[in-house]
């Protein structure tokens, strides 16, 4: 017998016979050519939980979007240039993907697995429609990134709630969020997995340093606006230690935040400042762990591998070593699949509807400070508004 492509093949409590399972991957997305890298841009900094105004000001938005991405993309596109000419986002997404549609099938539930990137193709948007197309009964969102941040996760939440509510058929669909995971064993077990592999790899194991790099966010976001993610990112980094700590490895470690865009204070401390002191203070071993996201990209390809490493080696540090980025890792992927199970909404669970990352009351620390950007900003707007064309682009 022939089996729909969704249905269910061995109960598990919260699926029924005739469900059709869905798994939005909620990503970033990146330029796929060089070509694609200002307009990535442009929708990177048009979306207000990249650039956050307060409301009354949020007319200033694309124009705003308009100009940074203008002037970034030159420094973007030496950097995509260095990694082959574009990122390699969409390909191991896609990847993923299919490895958890598998995982998911060997623990008999039969899915759907979508891709929903924020910034560039496949656009939410797209997986969204194709959803509807595919007539999903029950969804669980799963973003890519282990822990929680407004600027990604809740961004991406933030678009599906607005694209759910406007559709009188998705406004229905039971759904879960997965808010973050980088407390479930399977992904602190794999992230050590890959550490310790990775230590065998020096002269003297014991002797190096284990440096977490994770991708920094604007302070204001943390203090201000309340994202979790320093917190959940210090306890994942606790965690990590602790199970590394379990297996008899004892190293030094030490977490930096990295990858810091524009004049605001980030949190800290920063990565290139921490590799000058460690290598000032005589540390000559270290291993880089990219601790924030799932996937090889620009920041781990060109930004850790090339710029830290060479900074890193100017400093004093002798070997250096590099942790990869866990992509299908078959332990992880099988932890990603138990997570979806876990997850799955229950018949009666309620459609996107609440918001758990309002920024509405979005305000200004500095109001002199916020007095002077709003002027400059008003005339760069002034300007721009003279060329057509702030629409998002290519969505
Ligand atoms: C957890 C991961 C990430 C957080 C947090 C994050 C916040 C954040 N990023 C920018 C600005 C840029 N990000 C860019 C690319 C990029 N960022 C992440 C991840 C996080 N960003 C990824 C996975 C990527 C895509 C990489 C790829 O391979 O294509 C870029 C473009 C690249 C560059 O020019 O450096 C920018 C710009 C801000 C402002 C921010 C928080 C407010
Ligand atoms: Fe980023
Ligand atoms: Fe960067």
């Not at 602190?188 to 592999?197: C, Y």
């Not at 270290?286 to 996937?295: D, K, M, N, Q, T």
Request: with cysteine.
């Amino acid at each position: 017998m022939l089996t729909h492509p969704l249905s269910v093949t061995e109960s598990h409590s919260d699926i029924e016979e005739d469900d059709k399972i869905g798994v939005l991957l909620l990503n970033l997305g990146g330029p796929e050519t060089l070509h694609d890298v200002q307009p990535f841009l442009y929708n990177l900094f048009a979306d207000p939980d990249i650039i956050r105004l307060p409301r009354l000001f949020r007319f200033l938005q694309r124009p705003l979007a308009q100009l940074i991405s203008t002037l970034r993309a030159p420094k973007s596109k030496q950097g995509y240039a260095s990694i082959g000419g574009g990122s390699p986002l969409r390909k191991i997404t896609d990847e993923q993907a299919d490895a958890l549609k598998m995982a998911l099938e060997e623990k008999k539930v039969a899915s759907n697995v979508y891709v929903a990137m924020r910034y560039w193709h496949p656009f939410t948007q797209e997986a969204v429609r194709q959803i509807k197309r595919d007539g999903i009964t029950k969804l669980v969102v799963l973003p890519l990134y282990p822990q929680f941040s407004i600027s990604t996760t809740g961004s991406s939440i933030r678009l599906l709630q607005t694209l759910f509510r406007e559709d009188k058929i998705l406004s229905k669909l039971p759904v879960a969020i997965i808010q973050s995971w980088y407390q479930r064993q399977g992904y602190v077990k794999s992230m050590a997995d890959l550490i310790h592999k990775e230590l065998q790899t020096f002269g003297s194991p014991d002797e190096v340093m284990i440096f977490f790099s994770a991708h920094g966010v604007p302070v204001s976001y943390v203090r201000d606006a309340g994202d979790p993610y320093k917190d959940q990112m210090e306890e994942c980094i606790d965690l990590i230690m602790h199970e590394l700590k379990a297996r008899g490895i004892h190293n030094h470690h030490k977490l930096a935040y990295q990858s810091r865009v524009g004049p605001v204070e980030w949190l800290k401390p920063y990565t290139d400042e921490v590799l000058v002191e460690l290598g000032q203070k005589g540390v000559k071993s270290l291993l880089a762990v990219p601790v924030s996201f799932v996937s090889e990209h620009i920041e781990t390809l060109e930004e850790i591998d090339m710029e830290y490493k060479e900074l890193a080696l100017e400093s004093g540090i002798q070997n250096w070593g590099r942790v990869p980025a866990l992509g299908c890792t078959s332990t992880f992927i099988a932890d990603l699949a138990d997570a979806v199970i876990e997850a799955l909404p229950s018949a009666s669970a309620t459609a996107i509807t609440t918001s758990t990352t309002d920024n509405a009351n979005t305000f200004v620390q500095d109001p002199l400070a916020f007095a002077i950007k709003l002027l400059l900003g008003s005339f760069l707007a002034f300007i721009l508004l003279l060329f057509p064309g702030f629409k998002n682009q290519n969505v």
